[in-house]
């Protein structure tokens, strides 16, 4: 089918696009569904999923607009996006669940546990550690990868690609781009590959199990997660919001990503599922009386690293894979996502015990990320009212 026109999108049904798929409506979600649609419409977004947590529990969730244009397919808190780099919340938790476990220290160097070869040509006496990885000060650059394009035919397995890129040899090794100038621990450069390879490690330090099962097994399923899966398992085109890029005035439709570094952006999940993992945060890591993780584990998580992410914005801080900040004057812990039709974000709302996310099926644009922002800050003071009651 050709890429449908904008024209003939906004013509589907205006009142489909402002209606949200989503329990019986109240005032604020009326309103809030017209503020969505015509932000959809404006910044030419097919659809969008939302959802507020509050104390382990979703207290709202909807979609709006469409999965699939061409069918005119309406996206609901149940439709499968692929979150992108907001999947780095989930393998830093995985991580963290195995930490609790006692199978590594965060300052552990980690290359006794990897089975190739990984130190920073620059400074080899330097040790990188876990600590290093989740907080984005490893020195493991993303400048080869970024350069890198994959399909399915030509993607390799997690371990080929990380021995490939991190070891003398590989296959795309380059020891001055694949590595920063700066010291390990002293300077802050966000790092897929960095991530990547944190999330190889739990298959390392577990019970060789690799991190997708580990997932699957002590989160997902005891989350009665339905609608999840890495690298898109199981996952089929009626159930994903698909991905779409808005160019010359028309909707193109994208193929499913696809990238070696999976652990680093290749969740698919809906708003409903993820809600639930984003309710662990919410409810000192406890829902439905399943401990996932203990209070003090997300106290660590949420401790701000000693290296600034960006001197001239001393007030954002990096915690282990969040971002932390003050965010209307509460404190928050946050993570945004960005691929080829997907444009996601995750906000945690510390003292208010309250979590929110924004699912969108887009590449983002440069009208997209404001709207972004402010669909959370509406969904950050919904929750915020909710905790006044």
Not at 105 to 132: E, G, N, Q, S, W
Not at 297 to 304: S, V
Request: with cysteine; hydrophobic share 40%; charged share 20%.
């Amino acid at each position: 089918m050709p890429p449908l026109h904008r024209r003939d999108f906004l013509a589907l049904s205006a009142a489909a696009l402002a209606a949200p798929a989503a329990r019986a409506a109240t005032p604020w979600s009326r309103d809030f569904g017209d503020f969505v649609a015509e932000g959809l419409a404006t910044t030419n977004t097919p659809g969008m999923s939302v959802a507020i947590v509050r104390q382990g529990r979703t207290v709202f969730s909807a979609g709006y607009g469409y999965g699939d244009v061409e069918k005119a397919r309406r996206v609901s808190a149940d439709s499968v996006f692929q979150i992108a780099s907001v999947s780095k919340t989930v393998t830093g938790l995985a991580m963290m669940m195995l930490w609790e476990d006692g199978r590594f220290r965060l300052d552990d160097a980690i290359a006794p546990h990897i089975d190739f070869a990984v130190a920073h040509p620059k400074f080899p006496d330097v040790p990188i550690t876990f600590r290093h990885q989740f907080t984005h000060t490893s020195g493991i650059s993303d400048a080869v990868y970024d350069t890198l394009e994959f399909t399915d035919a030509t993607t390799p397995p997690l371990r080929a690609f990380l021995a490939s890129y991190l070891s003398p040899g590989g296959r795309f090794y380059d020891a001055d781009k694949g590595y920063a100038a700066a010291k390990p621990g002293t300077a802050w450069s966000y790092s897929n590959v960095a991530v990547a390879l944190l999330g190889y490690l739990a298959g390392r330090i577990g019970r060789r199990e690799p991190l997708d099962a580990i997932t699957a097994t002590r989160l997902f399923a005891p989350l009665g997660l339905r609608n999840t899966a890495w690298r898109y398992a199981g996952i089929t085109d009626g159930q994903l919001a698909l991905p779409y890029v808005f160019q010359d005035a028309r909707f193109h439709r994208l193929p499913r990503e696809t990238y070696p570094d999976w652990p680093a952006g290749l969740l698919c999940t809906s708003a409903n599922d993820f809600a639930k993992i984003l309710a662990i945060y919410t409810q000192d890591g406890t829902v439905g009386g399943h401990r996932f993780v203990k209070p003090e584990t997300l106290a660590t998580m949420f401790t701000p690293d000693a290296v600034l992410p960006a001197k001239d914005h001393p007030e954002i801080r990096q915690g282990l894979i969040w971002r932390l900040r003050e965010w209307g004057g509460d404190r928050v812990a946050s993570h945004n996502g960005g691929d080829a039709g997907a444009a996601t974000v995750a906000v945690i709302d510390r003292d208010r015990r309250s979590a929110v996310l924004a699912f969108a099926n887009i590449s983002q644009g440069p009208n997209f990320a404001p709207f972004q922002k402010e669909v959370a800050e509406r969904l950050l003071e919904k929750a915020r009212e909710a905790s006044k009651r």
